[in-house]
């Protein structure tokens, strides 16, 4: 039977949680770590995905009681999720306030600061993959659970009402169909002959 590996053990350094699901802060490049250093070959999405998979299983050793990997389920997983709303950025109106609905309100509001849709898919995705990558079975991913996946619906959907915009799918392009050449039109349009060439 396949186990998961369970997350480092923690350190002194590492006994808080560190919360950055951000992608695009606090990233330092390559060339500025040391060239010893394993890390420095990762791309940005994996040094990512490496920050968020510590930081929940930091969050499941801090857990009351405490969780291992193997026992944790989509639930545990909304929890660490509605955890990570306090550190969130982005205002979500609430249906009292008067600016509900409003892309760009023109005055502060005492709404909540919220985690952003698009950063909660980010994370789900790269824990999802790590989970599968430390040994764990896609049919048993936490982070793929059915109920993790409507409460991420949800939130996108009271965000967008929030906000007065909507989210939808990006329209796949399809590529342009080749245009066929007659050969009756090839045949008519050859190239003149060369001077001094007899015809």
Same mark, same amino acid.
């Given at each position: 039977m396949?186990s998961?590996?369970?997350?480092?053990?923690?350190n002194?350094?590492?006994?808080n949680?560190?919360i950055n699901i951000?992608? @695009?802060?606090?990233?330092? $490049?390559?060339?500025s770590?040391?060239s010893?250093s394993?890390?420095?070959?990762?791309s940005?999405y994996?040094?990512?995905?490496?920050r968020?998979?510590?930081t929940?299983?930091?969050y499941?050793r801090?857990?009351?009681p405490?969780?291992s990997l193997s026992r944790?389920s989509?639930a &545990?997983?909304?929890?660490?999720?509605?955890?990570?709303?306090q550190?969130?950025k982005?205002?979500?109106?609430t249906q009292l306030?008067?600016?509900?609905? &409003?892309?760009?309100?023109p005055?502060?509001?005492p709404c909540?600061?919220?985690q952003?849709w698009g950063?909660?898919?980010?994370?789900?995705?790269r824990?999802?993959a790590a989970f599968e990558?430390h040994?764990?079975?896609p049919?048993?991913?936490?982070f793929?659970?059915?109920a993790?996946?409507?409460?991420?619906?949800e939130?996108r959907?009271s965000?967008?009402?929030?906000r007065g915009?909507?989210?939808?799918?990006?329209?796949?392009?399809?590529?342009?169909?080749?245009?066929?050449?007659?050969?009756?039109?090839?045949? @008519?349009? $050859?190239p003149?002959?060369p001077d001094?060439?007899?015809?």
């Amino acid at each position: 039977m396949d186990s998961i590996q369970e997350f480092e053990t923690p350190n002194a350094e590492t006994s808080n949680i560190n919360i950055n699901i951000n992608t @695009t802060s606090n990233i330092t $490049s390559a060339s500025s770590s040391s060239s010893s250093s394993p890390s420095s070959t990762l791309s940005r999405y994996e040094n990512q995905k490496r920050r968020d998979w510590n930081t929940f299983g930091q969050y499941l050793r801090n857990h009351r009681p405490p969780l291992s990997l193997s026992r944790c389920s989509g639930a &545990h997983v909304l929890e660490f999720l509605r955890y990570l709303d306090q550190f969130g950025k982005t205002k979500v109106h609430t249906q009292l306030c008067p600016f509900f609905g &409003h892309p760009n309100p023109p005055a502060p509001c005492p709404c909540p600061l919220r985690q952003a849709w698009g950063s909660l898919d980010a994370l789900i995705g790269r824990l999802r993959a790590a989970f599968e990558e430390h040994g764990g079975k896609p049919e048993a991913n936490p982070f793929g659970a059915r109920a993790v996946r409507l409460y991420l619906r949800e939130v996108r959907d009271s965000q967008a009402k929030a906000r007065g915009i909507s989210y939808e799918k990006k329209k796949r392009k399809r590529p342009p169909k080749p245009v066929e050449v007659s050969t009756a039109l090839v045949a @008519t349009v $050859s190239p003149p002959p060369p001077d001094g060439a007899s015809q």
